[in-house]
């Protein structure tokens, strides 16, 4: 395929959902006080969410959502699409963790998928929601061995999988570096992620939230009335809140002990020809992901351009998040030569997006919930790059910790169990590089696990990309 270079030099640094036309125009800033029922800080996919079920269960609720920048700019606009039904972070991380519970996690990721998709239709949202399923293939043969293990469990717990082969894989998307794969034919969606949040957001207006963009929150101040959100032009006194805030999060400091600021980066194709297409197969057009501890996630677009990503997961030490980061020139050139790799016979493609942006990385990998000014503040974080569906079950959680009334969710032992703490900084930094090089090694060394993967492993703190 040649250089990558050549077939970056012309991309633009910016994220492709981002830059389609129709995003809705910012909302006004908070300038001054007002009052609220329920606060939610973030217009994110979580914040998003959270207000709109809110106003779903009590139309009579007076809901604000106040968002730093606009809605979906962050994490939810950014991404690769895949609203994925599992809400632990697939199917082995859930059964490492809960595995007491872990019917009841996969029925309730199942029903929140299946609820995702009727709010779409409910409020007319045209973000390209395809019930495409996903195909987690094999490029290595431990891979191919893990995959067969992992497949019967999964067909024990129900879950709707078939295992392809080398060639029934290869009928279905066309690689030569395919040992084979386990379709997931229910448990995933794929959507525009952009349109997706900017669907919830025009949702949340229809039903009357109140959103104010451009408005950071400084700080949270609690008195026995309520809780104040200090922006800097104004200010929202509410008697609960939903922090919503992802890996930008810096209001609660809790948070900071368990949440880790991680980069995620992605190309995006230009749409492909009709005999391009023919190259590689991929009629039923479900999203792929391989199954190395660094892995690539791809897809289609609606106009058949392949977004490509994952692989090279960064922490920069000290968890700096910085915009100047959103752009790693050694990360594409490693995404274009993998890409180069996985389909050859597409070669003189260009690819015309380049960006990354942070995700909040917890050590459990799937999300972990809390209370905080006596239970009049709710949070939900740690999505670790599974968020686009997991939110929503993210948001139902959060506001049945706010009702203060035991709910079947508030009961699950993941809502009630916080993942292992990272160490403090500078120790921090060290273990995630000693971690991220020796997952590495791992995938260069048949999967296997050195000293460290298998103390990290034993302890249950780990990281991958």
Known sequence: MGSPLFHLKDAIPEPFWLTQAGAPAPADPLDGLTTADLAVVGAGYSGLWTALIAKERDPSLDVVIVEAGTAGWAASGRNGGFCAASITHGFDNGMSRFPGEMDTLLRLGQENLDEIESAVERYGIDCDFRRSGELHVATEDWQWRDLQAGHAAELAH???????????????????????????????????????????????????????????????????AALTLHTWRGSVRARKVVL??????????????????????????????????????????????????????????????????????????????????????????????????????????????????VIDCCSRFSAFFGTAHGGRLAYAAGYTGLGVGATRFGAKVMLDQLSGKPTELTGLKMVRSKPIPFPPEPIRSGVIQLTRWSTAQADANQGKRNLWLRTLDAMGLGFDS
Request: aromatic share 12%; glycine share 10%.
């Open 244 to 357: 919503a805030t992802g890996a930008h999060g810096r209001l609660l400091k809790r948070l900071q002990q368990f949440v880790i600021p991680v980069y995620d980066y992605a190309l995006m194709t230009e749409p492909l020809s009709e005999s391009q297409l023919a190259a590689i197969g991929w009629r039923n057009r479900q999203g792929i992901g391989d199954s190395g501890n660094q892995f690539h996630y791809y897809r289609l677009t609606a106009d058949n351009r392949i977004l490509w990503g994952g692989y090279d997961a960064v922490y920069f030490n000290g968890g700096r998040i910085d915009p100047s980061q959103d752009q790693r020139e050694s990360t594409f050139e490693v995404l274009a030569s993998h890409f180069a790799t996985t389909f050859p016979q597409l070669e003189g493609l260009r690819f015309t997006h380049k960006w990354g942006g």
């Open 158 to 224: 129900g879950l709707d999988v078939t295992l392809l082969d080398r060639d029934a894989v290869r009928a279905e998307v066309d690689s030569p570096t395919y040992k084979g794969a386990v379709f997931d034919r229910t448990g995933c969606a794929l959507v525009d992620p952009a349109r997706l949040a900017w669907g919830l957001r025009q949702a949340c207006l229809s039903l009357g939230v109140r959103i104010y963009e451009n408005s950071p929150v400084q700080r949270i101040a609690a008195s026995a």
